[in-house]
Each structure stands twice: as structure tokens, then as C-alpha cells.
T-cell receptor, first 110, second 116 residues
């Protein structure tokens, strides 16, 4: 699996958009970008994934650069419940094992 | 969506005893499941890949005789921590891939193990 780098922590004001960056410069052509989050003492939760096109769902948007070497997860209107550790992961399919990096600890501030 | 459950959600045991943790896929079949361990303020560390009907594949540095994995059916994998010691106290999480092969992996809620 390709390695990813994320900032260790970020703050975001409640109601504002949270933009979480991820670098994955060694991603290969058949690898997807996945984002998960983990709220304290819970199992990780899937957020979104994409290959090369931008994606949006009810939780977030995923913007992938044209060269696919980086991406940004956008939470459009952050709430206090979005405080969690966010993990950016690249892998081929859902059958591949998920290797977690340290992630970004997002704190949403009232 | 698909759900993965774990049982128990938490367990406290004495040093030297064995503890079994169950991971179930509730509405889909999973020929493969994954087991993770997470220490406080750290990321999840993959321990092993559980394969239905065959031996588990362990990550480097994980003792297979200490962490016994059995994947006896398409919906159940078990992790047994044998002769538990206080340093085995951790948060254990399992996951199962989406049947679609592309979408998400589904994670269980985790099991908090405390060894006294």
C-alpha cells in the first residue's frame, strides 16, 4: 500500500468547513483514496473514497488532484460531533488490508 | 449498510487467563476479516488477516501462538488472547471487507481488554 502523510492535528470552528489534506505521492494507478474517521473509543467509520474524480456524499467531499498525489477531505459544516481522528488511506480494493497511519486529530471548537 | 459486531464490548480478566473476542458480520458473508490492536493515543495496528477455512496470516512481530485466530464460518472470526498479561491490555477492533470489493471496509465497535 502507498504511504500517506497527514498533519497530526487541526482545529476548526463549529459551522465552518474543515479541510483535511493528505499527501500520497507514491499512489499507483489502481489504488483508491479512502477516508475513515475514529471517534474516541469507537471503531473506525468509513467516510468516502475515490479513484481520480472528485466525490461527494452526505458526509463529506473528496477532492483529488489531477496527478493524484494528494487529496483533501472537506467537511462542509463541521459540528462538535465531527471531532475525531481522520485517516487517509490508499489501497487497491476493499479486500486489501487497511494500514493506518497516525491520521489527523480534528478538534471542532465551539 | 452492513454491520460488524464484536462481543464482548469490554472485558476485565486476571493475568494468565485466556480471553476470547468474537467478530461477526451481521448481514453479509466475509471470507476475510482483519484484527487490529490500538493502544491509548496511538493508531490502529494490524495484527492479522483471518481467512475462512484456512490459517490466519499474521503481521510481523505478532505472536501467532499468543493471539489465536479462528475463522470457522463465513460470518464469525474469533481472536483468543492466551495467557493474557497486563501489556496485552488494549482496544481490539475487527473489520470485514465490503462484498462489493471496492467500497468500504466495515469495522466493529471494538473490544476493550483490561488485564489485571
Amino acid at each position: 500500500d502507498a504511504k500517506t502523510t497527514q498533519p497530526p492535528s487541526m482545529d476548526c470552528a463549529e459551522g465552518r468547513a474543515a479541510n483535511l489534506p493528505c499527501n500520497h505521492s507514491t499512489i499507483s494507478g489502481n489504488e483508491y483514496v479512502y477516508w475513515y474517521r475514529q471517534i474516541h473509543s469507537q471503531g473506525p467509520q468509513y467516510i468516502i473514497h475515490g479513484l481520480k474524480n472528485n466525490e461527494t456524499n452526505e458526509m463529506a467531499s473528496l477532492i483529488i488532484t489531477e496527478d493524484r498525489k494528494s487529496s483533501t477531505l472537506i467537511l462542509p459544516h463541521a459540528t462538535l460531533r465531527d471531532t475525531a481522528v481522520y485517516y487517509c488511506i490508499v489501497r487497491g480494493t476493499s479486500y486489501d488490508k487497511v494500514i493506518f497511519g497516525p491520521g489527523t486529530s480534528l478538534s471542532v471548537i465551539p | 449498510g452492513a454491520v460488524v459486531s464484536q462481543h464482548p464490548s469490554w472485558v476485565i480478566c486476571k493475568s494468565g487467563t485466556s480471553v476470547k473476542i468474537e467478530c461477526r458480520s451481521l448481514d453479509f458473508q466475509a471470507t476475510t476479516m482483519f484484527w487490529y490492536r490500538q493502544f491509548p493515543k496511538q493508531s490502529l495496528m494490524l495484527m492479522a488477516t483471518s481467512n475462512e477455512g484456512s490459517k490466519a496470516t499474521y503481521e510481523q512481530g505478532v505472536e501467532k501462538d499468543k493471539f489465536l485466530i479462528n475463522h470457522a464460518s463465513l460470518t464469525l472470526s474469533t481472536l483468543t488472547v492466551t495467557s493474557a498479561h497486563p501489556e496485552d491490555s488494549s482496544f481490539y477492533i475487527c473489520s470485514a471487507p465490503s462484498p462489493s470489493g471496492v467500497d468500504e471496509q466495515f469495522f466493529g465497535p471494538g473490544t476493550r481488554l483490561t488485564v489485571l
